[in-house]
């Protein structure tokens, strides 16, 4: 809420905190527009509710401990104090079984065709987290063989998810774990492509474009960020434009450990709300990018190929979506692309260079095939308005008109109704058509049979009743339908007579 503090206007902390926390608006962006109206915000306030937010945070992640406390896993906590991580460098290395995990309980063996979760004291696999996904993998040893489906991180352990293939799997064995090489090379142009679009993107749209989620896989990479509004084209193009140029340049991706204050020093990006220990990874893409990361990356960034952005989208209020791919996964994408102008060129039969053309022509064409069927359709009523007033049976004056027509919309009968009243003047009109097994009926009576105290609404409402339906409307103009396509005729000639009946009672009675 707004108050005066010392006749100074002033936001709570509450409230700057709940459109940080909930609409991603960051604290400064809130602080340059309510200033500029002569607002201030109270920061203590803000970092007050910032504070509670992260020790209810830490009592949850607390409570993650405490299933991981009495689960299979605290057994293990006992004899290890974690898996080694050797999957910065290495793709493959000898490890030990330390335990192995099926639902809940800890088993010493498992069998061909079973389903489980190894722990193993080291490997190369990469566990869930900072939105790179798990690797997948083998493990082998003499004979038998774990197919890895994916590997997630429990506190300090790594957890491999998978199925014995082959042979059995024993607890204490040695095996030889390998990751799929080429798949965690996809997740890594991903991964180090994010480093570099993030740095890009505030250096395109504004410092206040942080990062406020990621998902990093080997087919493509999703980034959100802080921004209030959709990129324009020219954004987007200028954004892929200088994350190729830093990628065409080829600097080297390096990644040191080292202390936090020094990683500050150095001016790396922390991602908010996030934990670090007193030693932090930092990793920096040549001049440009440097961020506090635990993922793996490239070597040098010309290792990633191309990016190109697929998609820009809202997340949530105050926050956006990029979607790109690098990489083979980029140039397939393309080249599917291609394919499907190609294919279209194809079936329109003409070159790459004139299918906007090819394209203008055709809908101008059927633009012209629309505008003719509507002449033809025109002509074709009135030729049925002529007919059907020529033969028109005449009752005290009175033109009675009940025709069926074909092919008709319930905006044909309507038009077809107009003009039939206009060139007979004094009528009473029932309009038919059947379309699909559904019948629609118009009725319309000249001014002097409603004056009369005819009523277009009831008579459409009888005579719809011989088809199974019903319907209503105006004294001079009324619309039915129903579903007995087969009796309009029959429905016709019910309303005819139903016509003369009226017309002949001088409609001295109430109302039909
Ligand atoms: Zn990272």
């Known amino acids: 809420m707004l108050y005066k503090k010392n006749r100074q206007k002033v936001l709570s902390g509450q409230e700057a905190f709940k459109l940080y926390d909930t609409y991603g608006f960051p604290l400064d962006m809130t602080e340059l527009i309510l ?13 007050n509710e910032l504070k509670k937010q992260r020790i209810q945070a830490r009592t949850s992640s607390q409570m993650t401990g405490q299933v991981f406390d009495t689960g299979p896993l ?37 069998s061909a065709g079973s389903d489980l979760t190894v722990v193993l004291d080291r490997t190369p696999f990469y566990g869930e987290s900072g939105g790179q996904i798990g690797d997948t993998g083998v493990l082998e040893s003499n004979g ?3 197919r890895i489906a994916d590997t997630k991180k429990n506190n300090d352990f790594i957890l491999h998810m998978g199925k014995v293939t082959k042979g059995d799997i024993r607890k204490g064995s040695v095996v030889h774990a390998k990751i799929d090489l080429q798949r965690r090379n996809s997740i890594r142009r991903n991964h180090s492509a994010t480093h570099i679009l993030h740095y890009v993107l505030r250096k395109v749209i504004g410092q206040h474009a942080e ?50 204050q ?46 190109r952005i697929i998609g820009e989208s809202s997340v949530a209020a105050g926050i956006r979506r990029i979607e790109a791919m ?25 070159p790459e260079e004139k299918l906007v053309l090819k394209v203008h022509d055709l809908l101008s064409e059927l633009k012209n095939l629309h505008k003719e069927v509507h002449k033809v359709k025109q002509k074709e009523i009135s030729g049925k308005v002529d007919s059907f007033v020529e033969n028109a049976k005449e009752v005290s004056g009175v033109k009675i008109i009940a025709r069926k027509v074909e092919d008709a919309t319930a905006d044909d009968l309507r038009k077809t109704a107009d003009m039939l009243m206009k060139s007979a003047k004094e009528a009473a009109i029932i309009l038919g ?29 009888e005579v719809a009743k011989v088809v199974g339906g019903g319907g209503g409307g105006r004294p001079e103009m009324a619309q039915a339908g129903g579903q007995w396509a087969e009796k309009l005729d029959e429905a016709l000639n019910f309303a005819a007579e139903l016509l003369s ?9 109430p109302a039909v």
Not at 78 to 105: M, N, P, R
Not at 326 to 350: F, I, P, S, Y
Not at 501 to 509: D, H, R, T, V
């Open 74 to 110: 605290s057994k293990i906590k006992d004899i290890s104090k974690g898996t080694e991580f050797l999957g910065y460098k290495e793709g493959a290395c000898e490890a030990k079984v330390i335990a192995l995990i099926q639902g809940d309980q800890l088993v010493d063996t498992a």
């Open 326 to 350: 690098t990489g083979m996964a980029a140039l397939n994408r393309d080249r599917e692309k291609e394919g499907l102008l190609q294919e279209v060129c194809g079936v329109l039969n003409t």
């Open 211 to 260: 990062q406020s989620g990621s998902l990093v896989t080997p087919d493509r990479l999703r980034f959100d960020f802080h921004h209030f509004s959709a990129l324009t084209k020219e954004e987007i193009i200028r954004i892929e434009d200088m994350v190729n140029e830093i990628i065409l340049e080829n600097v080297p991706v390096a990644v040191k450990e080292l202390s936090i």
């Open 35 to 47: 200033g500029e109206k002569g607002f201030t915000v109270d920061k203590d306030g803000f970092e």
């Open 501 to 509: 009946k009226k017309i002949l009672a001088g409609a001295s009675s």
């Open 262 to 307: 020094e990683a500050r020093n150095a001016g790396a990006i922390a991602l908010f709300g996030e934990k670090y220990g007193e030693l932090v990874r930092m990793a920096s893409i040549g001049d440009f990018s440097k961020e506090l990361c635990g993922g793996t990356h490239v070597n040098y960034s010309g290792e990633i190929g191309l990016l």
């Open 144 to 146: 038998s063989q774990v």
């Open 433 to 461: 058509t059947a379309q699909d097994g559904r019948v629609t009926i118009i009725a319309a009576l000249s001014p002097k049979l409603v004056k009369c105290g005819l009523h277009a609404g009831n008579i459409s409402k």
